[in-house]
């Protein structure tokens, strides 16, 4: 059940990443530093989390690739 849930919290942290990163592309458009501040400390944190969940879930991804024994 915890690895489910971790999964889900680094799918959602992905997914605001991803989002945030295409607005950045497309328009321009920070929202995560328009909506918490330009480097404050909460955004950094997002960033962080956000970078943490990328690292989980290509450790999971690469743990489900490996043959089975």
């Known amino acids: 059940m915890k690895s489910k ?3 889900t919290v680094a799918n959602i942290l992905l997914m605001v990443g991803g989002l945030n990163w295409g ?4 328009f321009e458009i920070n929202l ?5 501040g330009e480097m404050s400390t909460l955004t950094r944190v997002v960033y962080t989390l956000v970078g943490l969940s990328g690292l ?4 999971h991804m690469c ?3 490996k043959p089975c024994k």
Not at 23 to 26: A, K
Not at 32 to 36: R, S
Request: glycine residues 6%; proline residues 0%; aromatic residues 6%.
């Open 56 to 59: 989980y879930s290509l450790a």
């Open 5 to 7: 849930s971790m999964t």
């Open 32 to 36: 995560v530093a328009n909506i918490l």
């Open 63 to 65: 743990n489900m690739c």
């Open 23 to 26: 607005l950045v592309g497309l």
